[in-house]
């Protein structure tokens, strides 16, 4: 699987239900649990006093990345998305065999 560092954006439309937004976070908690547990979600962070968030996220390919997973999280509508194909650096220290 390719890996993908993923910035995430969510802007809810003016008008929104303060409920549906509430449903919509709940379901999408519950989906990057799963999306984890399928090891698509690998890291989740999110920058201080900042309502956006940074993830590692991994897929057969970009296209899978946007259909099969990002795609089926609840808040998707509302989020804009910075997608950016990373491999490991020869000098990761978490690369096996990299530099240590």
Same mark, same amino acid.
């Given at each position: 699987? !390719? $890996?993908?560092?993923? $910035? ?6 003016? @008008?929104?239900? =303060?409920?549906?937004?509430?449903? %919509? /976070?709940?379901? $999408? ?10 090891? =698509?979600? #690998? %890291?989740?962070? /999110?920058? #201080?006093?900042?309502? %956006? ?12 990345? =946007? $259909? !099969?997973?990002?795609?089926?999280? &609840? ?13 490991? =650096? &020869?000098?990761? &220290?978490?690369?096996? @065999?990299?530099?240590?």
């Amino acid at each position: 699987m !390719k $890996e993908f560092l993923v $910035e995430l954006t969510t802007t809810v439309p003016e @008008g929104t239900e =303060h409920a549906e937004v509430d449903r %919509r /976070r709940a379901a $999408e908690a519950v989906r990057a649990g799963e999306l984890a547990a399928a090891g =698509h979600l #690998v %890291r989740l962070w /999110r920058p #201080v006093g900042e309502l %956006r968030s940074i993830g590692l996220w991994r897929a057969a390919d970009e296209a899978e990345l =946007h $259909e !099969k997973v990002l795609g089926t999280l &609840p808040l998707w509508p509302w989020m804009t998305a910075v997608v950016t194909s990373v491999q490991s =650096h &020869p000098n990761d &220290p978490g690369r096996a @065999g990299g530099a240590a």
